[in-house]
Each structure stands twice: as C-alpha cells, then as structure tokens.
C-alpha cells in the first residue's frame, strides 16, 4: 500500500480531491455505519481556520472529514481539531453525525480518548452526533485506488440512510437546500413520494411532491392534534390555485400539476408555497 505522501505529494491534494470523490468519502462512511453523503465542501471557512472536507448526507446533516499531514501519524493538534470542528458545526446549527479523522497511523493514547468521547454517542445517538468520533486509517493501493481501513473494532452505531432513487436528479438540482426527510413508494409503486420538512414550521407540518398516475401534486399537511389555529395558518398560508382541505386528522394545502410537468414546475410550486409561508411570519 502506498502513503499520503507517495501517492498525493501532499495533504492539500488529496482533500481537495476528496471532497469531489464521493465514492471514496461513502467507502469511509460504510465502514463506520454513517448515511450516505450527496455533496461535500472542500476548506470550510470557520472562525480561526477552515475544515478539510465536510460532507453532506440528503438531509442537511454534516460529517467531518479530518486529514493529518504528510507525516501520517496522528498528532495532537489534528485530534484536537477533529472534535473541535464537529462543536463548531454543531454550535453553527448544523446536525452532525460524526467527526473522522484520517491518517496513517495513531497511538493507542488517541484511540482510547476517542473511544471514551464516543460512549456519550453510543448512549445518545440522536443527540451527540459531534461524540461520533473516530480514526480511519488513509492508504492507497499501487494504482492508487484510496482504501480507508478502520484501526479497532470499534462499536459502530448504524445510522439511517436516506436513499433518492425517483427524486435524486431532482433533488440534486432543484432541492439541494431542502430538508429532505425520505422518498417514498406506496400503492404498488403507483405513487411516489418527497417527503421534506420547511425550517419556519414545527414537526406537525411536512411538505411533500406526490407523483401519482395522472398528475404530480405539491402541497403542505398539518397532522397531529390539529387545531382551529391551525386550519387558519394553513388558510394564510395557501397560495392562489392551491386547494384548502380539512380533513379529520389534517389539514391540507395542495396544488395539483399535469402528469408532463417538469422538474422546474415541481420546484416553483413549492417555493411559491413558501413564500406564502415567510410571508406570514414577516406580517403576523
């Protein structure tokens, strides 16, 4: 197996290259059990520096891609900052699923202090993502195909995965920024389903893009212990050609477009929606 600094000549190369390799940053994530990530930014800037590689999975979380330098051995400093970078996300709003750092070797110091950080994930994996924290070691075979290894056997808390099959080229070119929740099949693959939620709204509401057999539909419900302020909300929120329902367990707005329309259609529909939705909350 080759080096960081046989196969790259520098740690600079190699990040910038992986935040564009997707495949190489999901080989990572595969070992540790974390999601899938669609994109990533190379050299985010923070206060007092910037982070190597930050991936992101469908839904807007984060993963923190750490690299150690051209001497390979872990040091202090890069342990020190993997941790830090996955605070400062979290601080910064950002759900975070995990801090990585890569590197060719690391003393067993290190990896003790990150299994102990890593019990508070274990015993909360919803909440303290950011105590996610592991080492992977970096290596290349002699064609240069990147082959991440873990150190130890660590205990790995699968986390979901949410998979675009229907929606992916949509997502990836008109819902990049979306909080994208899950796609969903349903009546025998007759109906396809975005499910994705809107930051200005609280749980109850979930946004979604229904591809039926005759027409694709956009809309907004409201479900859960819906009240009668609830049904006016929802009748502020509802934009001209959208239909308002009330139905027992919900609230519904909704447009319904042609079987043909298109992906830019889908996307302008939502958005008109929500403007509606930051209207009110700008006048109310």
């Known amino acids: 197996m080759r080096t960081l600094r046989e196969q ?13 390799d997707l495949e190489s940053l999901n080989k ?3 070992l540790l059990g974390l999601p899938t990530v669609v994109k990533a930014v190379n050299e985010m800037s923070i206060l007092g520096g910037s982070i190597d590689v930050v991936g992101y999975t469908v839904k807007g979380e984060v993963i923190v891609y750490e690299h150690q330098d051209l001497s390979g051995k872990a040091d202090q400093t890069h342990v020190a900052k993997t941790s830090h970078y996955a605070l400062v996300l979290k601080n910064k709003g950002f759900k975070v699923l ?29 909440q303290k993502g950011e105590c996610n924290i592991h080492a992977v070691k970096s290596q290349w075979t002699d064609n240069g195909e990147y082959i991440p290894e873990l150190f130890t056997d660590n ?33 025998n693959g007759r109906a396809i389903t975005l ?16 591809n039926l057999t005759n027409s694709v539909n956009i809309g907004l419900h409201c479900v859960k212990s819906v009240t009668s302020r609830d049904e ?24 319904k477009l042609p079987k043909d329309s298109t992906h830019e259609e889908w996307a302008n529909a939502t958005e008109k929606m929500k403007r509606n939705i930051r209207k009110y909350f700008l006048t109310s």
């Open 232 to 255: 006016e909300i929802m009748q502020l929120f509802c934009p001209d050609s959208f239909e308002y329902r009330r139905a027992k367990d919900r609230v519904t707005i909704e447009l």
């Open 155 to 187: 205990d790995i808390v699968k986390g979901s995965d949410t998979v675009l099959d229907f929606y992916k080229e949509f997502v990836a070119v008109y819902g990049a920024e979306w909080i994208i929740q899950r796609e969903e099949t349903n009546n």
């Open 98 to 126: 995990g801090a990585l750092l890569l590197c060719e070797s690391i003393d067993q110091i290190f990896l003790d202090n990150f299994d102990n950080i890593r019990q508070n994930y274990i015993r909360r994996p919803t």
């Open 8 to 20: 790259w000549g520098a740690e600079t190369k190699f990040t910038q290259s992986l935040a564009t």
């Open 28 to 30: 990572i994530n595969r």
């Open 195 to 210: 499910w994705h939620r809107l930051p200005e709204l609280d749980n109850r509401y979930v946004a979604y893009v229904h």
